[in-house]
């Protein structure tokens, strides 16, 4: 196929969120297990946090016009911990007072006791006066009550889930987990454990796409059934496809894309369905398809189809480009997007492709990226080695010090 006939990658991607309708379907979800999960309604604070006045510090809570009315030293009245309730601060009075602790009646500051010089037993004076409201934490400051604290649509990250906590919430009600039937195709793949490595016969490779597929898709929500491997043959693809449409939302298959005669994807999508979409203009990542399948035992019910490339490198960085959004949409996701870096290279690049080129590199100890120096497509070592992928447009070179665009694996894996 000619490169002019192939569809971008921001085309391609416009195309699938404009598919990728979000799943009326919701799920109550313990706070602690809710990492990575979408949330299906606006989550409400009915409490302001603080509940109530408290010390930033440990020290001394006082009334700041007592200093000049009792010469600088006040008297030591009671000691105010955490979960403590305390008693309105006497005239002329001190209390001692730790992080956290409610803010005694009548006191207007907190001095840290770094700042405090003992007098006696149960005296105290200060290195310096305080100003009104110094190291008090005010009721509200952090939430109002019934604001919005996290609105719908945020994933949420184990710093939302802390807030979420922090307003006693022990459950959350967030998007239901697509159910994804994941596939491999072809009669190469052998599965880790079925033979040992030095009696793996010619032509047949390990399996390695099922593993980062099916750890990907659970980091972001998806419940994975894994459907194993297809043979290359068009009418036991069929079936499959057919039989993971009944109970599945998406069905994401890896291999079999491209235009051989051993690749009967398309042929078995279009025999369920309807394939929408095929071959992108990136590199890697040219074999992508995407459309519609239904189940012959019930015609009303359709999946989602997704089929990745097989050659691992690719697959890894369509799926990060393409099906992280795509699935993140499924569940109502308001942020779909990974913000890249502009950063410096350190390396040049001659090779100037007619393709969109995504290529691996990390950062290195001088604010710069370097690149790994074999960027094949099946060589996935350089997605370990690498930390991101640099974003090239299409019959661009790259020459050392230019500012690149790089998108990071931390973000694109999450």
């Not at 297990?33 to 510090?57: E, K, T, Y």
Request: aromatic share 6%.
């Amino acid at each position: 196929m000619n490169s002019s006939n192939l569809l971008s990658l921001d085309h391609a991607l416009d195309m699938l969120l404009s598919f990728a309708k979000p799943l009326q379907r919701v799920d109550t979800t313990s706070t602690f297990d809710s990492d990575g999960r979408v949330l299906a309604q606006d989550l409400v604070s009915d409490i302001q946090v603080p509940a109530f006045n408290n010390s930033a510090m440990d020290g001394y809570a006082l009334r700041i016009a007592d200093l000049q009315a009792h010469s600088g030293v006040l008297k030591i009245g009671q000691h105010i911990f955490a979960g403590q309730t305390p008693s309105v601060l006497g005239l002329g009075q001190a209390a001692r007072i730790f992080t956290g602790a409610p803010i005694p009646a009548g006191a207007d500051a907190v001095v840290m006791q770094e700042d405090a010089v003992l007098v006696g037993e149960d005296q105290i004076s200060f290195k310096r006066t305080p100003v009104l409201g110094q190291c008090i934490r005010r009721s509200g400051e952090d939430i109002q009550k019934n604001s919005i604290l996290l609105p719908k649509g945020t994933r949420l990250n184990p710093v939302s889930l802390g807030l979420a906590a922090s307003i006693g919430c022990a459950s959350l009600t967030v998007s239901d987990a697509p159910k994804v039937a994941l596939f491999s195709t072809g009669d190469e793949l052998v599965m880790p454990g079925d033979i040992e490595p030095n009696l793996l016969p010619a032509g047949s490779i390990f399996n390695s796409n099922r593993f980062f597929l099916k750890t990907l898709l659970q980091r972001l929500g998806c419940q994975v059934t894994d459907m194993g491997n297809v043979p290359d043959d068009l009418g036991k693809t069929t079936s499959a496809f057919s039989d993971a449409a009944k109970a599945h939302d998406l069905i994401l298959s890896s291999g079999g894309v491209s235009v051989g005669e051993a690749d009967f994807v398309k042929p078995a999508v279009q025999a369920l369905g309807q394939l929408q979409l095929w071959s992108l203009s990136m590199k890697p990542g040219k074999p992508f398809a995407y459309g519609h399948v239904n189940s012959q035992a019930n015609p009303l019910k359709q999946a989602h189809f997704i089929g990745l490339p097989g050659n691992p490198v690719s697959s890894l960085v369509t799926f990060m480009l393409l099906v992280r959004p795509f699935v993140l949409s499924l569940q109502g996701c308001e942020k779909l997007s990974v913000k890249p870096a502009l950063l410096r290279a350190d390396f040049a690049w001659s090779k100037a492709d007619k393709r969109r080129e995504f290529l691996r590199a990390k950062r290195n100890d001088n604010g710069g990226l370097d690149l790994f120096p074999n960027q094949s497509s099946g060589v996935l070592t350089s997605a370990v080695w690498g930390d991101g992928l640099i974003d090239n447009p299409p019959e661009t070179t790259i020459a050392v010090g230019d500012l690149v665009s790089f998108l990071s694996f931390t973000d694109l894996m999450s």
